[in-house]
């Protein structure tokens, strides 16, 4: 079944590999928030809830390419 003109597998490709990458990012944004209270530093929680919130606003986007 053919979506959006493209071929099935491109899509399912791309659709895991920005998935995965999104990943990434919100594993990052976890640890700098976490590390944060060690590092006694507040600039690493604004970036780590900066990154949550990258991560969070694109992935119904990815969800939705399937």
Do not use: Q, W
């Not at 507040?42 to 992935?59: N, V």
């Amino acid at each position: 079944k053919v979506k959006h003109g493209s071929y099935p597998c491109v899509v399912c490709h791309c659709r895991k590999k920005c998935l995965l990458f999104n990943d990434v990012v919100l594993l990052v944004a976890t640890l700098h928030t976490g590390f944060s209270r060690r590092a006694k530093s507040f600039e690493m929680i604004l970036i780590g809830r900066f990154l949550e919130g990258i991560g969070a606003g694109r992935t119904p986007h990815y969800s939705m390419l399937m």
